[in-house]
């Protein structure tokens, strides 16, 4: 099979030949479909505080099932599902609590970037026909959206406002609109998201992440209750702490690798609570599957650009080099 495979920091990504891999008993081997960069993909294969281990990555993707090991009784051959890019043991605490990152013995990994990927059969999720293999890609990134307001404790009635415009922002302008917030405006230079961040639920849109907080109040009507931070450049999370209301939450989503300064007595005199999300508990991970299901997103609006496997590489310079203009890219192994 073809995959895309790191090796470090500073040495570029291969698109290798790998021999293709078999399910193990409690597996299937997914065709994968497609495969979305995250900006965490960016991040972690520059050099960063934070990087992937060498070999095969990609932790969004869907794609069907062509095999399963012989004590899998659930999966069948030709399903349409997305995929976990970590599963649990099953039996620890951080599995009861439904969270797989905080596992004993996590298995899987991202490896959606290929032809194939090996995936636990607990990690595949099944997904209705009605649905496509891009729909399944964006099921990981929405997830994340949801478990982080979640954590942020928003509360109906809330005012939210979503600092940034890409795919982590938009999933932030969703869960916030069905967890049913009052009112939701997003700030971003990015003026050409506009119409798709109010397609998906935005009440309004500014084009500066840099306002005043009073220029927003009239937008939010009123202070800031919960501010998501889905920029991920160094001095955001303390933007977003000047921007939230006496006794409201900033929700840091956007994964900034590079040092940050928060004051914080800031803070205090604002009585702020900062939390920092990572992923998504499975029953999330499912509850962003039921949304695609029911038809309230779809890949026709938050997907920009189709690419093939070979183009990866090149893609990747060019997101980190920040001069590719996209929303969401999902990479087609097969083309």
């Known amino acids: 099979m073809r995959a895309a495979v790191f090796d470090r920091p500073g040495q570029p990504i291969r698109i290798e030949r790998l021999p293709d891999p078999e399910p193990g008993p409690g597996d299937v081997l997914v065709r994968v479909g497609r495969a979305g960069i995250c900006g965490t993909d960016v991040a972690m294969t520059s050099e960063s505080l934070i990087t992937y281990g060498p070999g095969p990555f990609g932790h969004e ?31 620890c605490p951080g599995c009861a609590s439904g969270y797989a990152l905080t596992c004993a013995a996590p298995r899987g990994g991202g490896a959606g970037f290929a032809e194939l990927a090996v995936v636990p059969a607990d990690g595949a999720i099944p997904l209705p026909r009605s649905l496509s293999p891009a729909d399944g890609a964006l099921v990981e990134p929405m997830a994340c959206g949801l478990h982080a307001l979640r954590m942020g404790r928003l509360r109906a009635g809330d005012r939210v406002l979503v600092l940034g415009a890409g795919s982590m922002a938009l999933s ?23 119409d798709v961040a109010l397609a998906v639920g935005a009440d309004a849109f500014h084009s500066s992440a840099d306002d005043d907080p009073a220029e927003l109040e009239p937008a939010l009507g009123g202070p800031a209750d919960v501010v998501a931070e889905c920029v991920g450049k160094e001095g955001m999370v303390a933007r977003a702490v000047e921007l939230v209301g006496r006794g409201g939450t900033v929700v840091s989503m956007g994964m900034c690798m590079g040092g940050e300064t928060v004051v914080p007595a800031l803070c205090s005199f604002k009585e702020a609570t900062l939390v920092f999300p990572l992923s998504y508990t499975v029953d999330e991970f499912v509850a962003s599957a039921r949304a695609f299901e029911a038809g309230q997103l779809g890949a026709e609006l938050l997907v920009s650009d189709v690419i093939a496997l070979e183009q990866l590489p090149g893609v990747m310079e060019q997101l980190r080099a920040g001069t590719r203009r996209a929303l969401k890219v999902l990479v087609d192994p097969s083309a």
């Open 61 to 91: 993707f869907a794609g069907e099932v062509v095999d399963v090991g012989r004590e899998v009784d659930r999966a069948r051959i030709g399903e349409l599902v997305a995929c976990l890019p970590v599963t649990g043991c099953g039996g």
């Open 172 to 194: 932030a302008v969703h869960w916030a609109r069905q967890l049913g917030a009052g009112r939701v405006v997003v700030a971003s230079r990015s003026a050409h998201r506009r």
